[in-house]
């Protein structure tokens, strides 16, 4: 049960793609001739990996997040230090329910950026998910050192309290 509302939680805190349905006509053409221009601009230079993670995103944004594992994963093979494209990647196996395949792609980005408390958000969170609360509550933990006015890292990390069975450390994160 702790558990189906922590995914609730992220899923309404940290959604990456958008209920597409839910986008009115003009949004939707909006995103596609995006996606457009961004074909385009490949097809002027393969070599320019912000594209592919641009079009990535849009892909996302459709929910097309095979698509757009493919273009995070072409920006990462033009540019292995491409933080951006290594973070995209991961929330779009999220996404998927890969949780395993996330946290490699998380921890990649930490290696890159390891005082961006986002990418210790996400792991976390794709920690609990693959059922191992421990190293959730230390990212958490480092989230929260990074970033000590993030209340979406308290909330996470109350949860995983609540997990672990430390109620009063739990309530103190939720204070």
Known sequence: MLVGRFRQSIQRQSSSSWDYEQIGPEELGLIRQALQDYDGAITLDPTYAKAYLYRGRFHMSMSDLDKAISDFDRAIILDDVYFDAYKAKAEALYDQGKYELAIIDYGLAIELRPDEPGSYLGRGAAFVLNG???????????????????????????VVYTLMGRITESQSDEA
Do not use: K, P, T, W
Not at 135 to 140: E, I, T, V
């Open 132 to 158: 191992d609360i421990q190293a959730a509550n230390l990212d958490y933990d480092i989230a929260i050192e990074l970033d000590r006015d993030n209340a979406f890292a308290y909330h996470q990390r109350s």
